[in-house]
């Protein structure tokens, strides 16, 4: 036999298992993975304790940024005179500080 759980249904099963699930209004969220950051704007946001544990649920787009560090800004910056926010898009649209060196000469 098939359920469908929904609402306020959903929350009353949530709490006959000792579960717990709180909605969290947050504007943005930051995940780095690696070199790279995943930017969530206006994410959904549950947060679920069941059993000790707490659970958190995020929903939504994304865009994906890669992570530029300001040693890599230096280098791109002494070795051709741009400015920093020239160098950190050459760094951005590279594979690597070469490349961005190669790119704004």
Known sequence: MFYMFGGNDMSQMMK??????E???ADKVEITVGEKKLVFNSP???KIEAQGQEIFQLQGGYTEETEVSSED???VVDKTGCSES???EALEENEDV???VMDLQ
């Open 86 to 88: 020239e160098a950190k």
């Open 98 to 100: 070469a490349s961005a």
């Open 16 to 21: 006959q298992l000792g579960m717990d699930m």
């Open 23 to 25: 909605e969290i209004d």
């Open 73 to 75: 800004i230096e280098l």
């Open 44 to 46: 959904e946001i549950s």
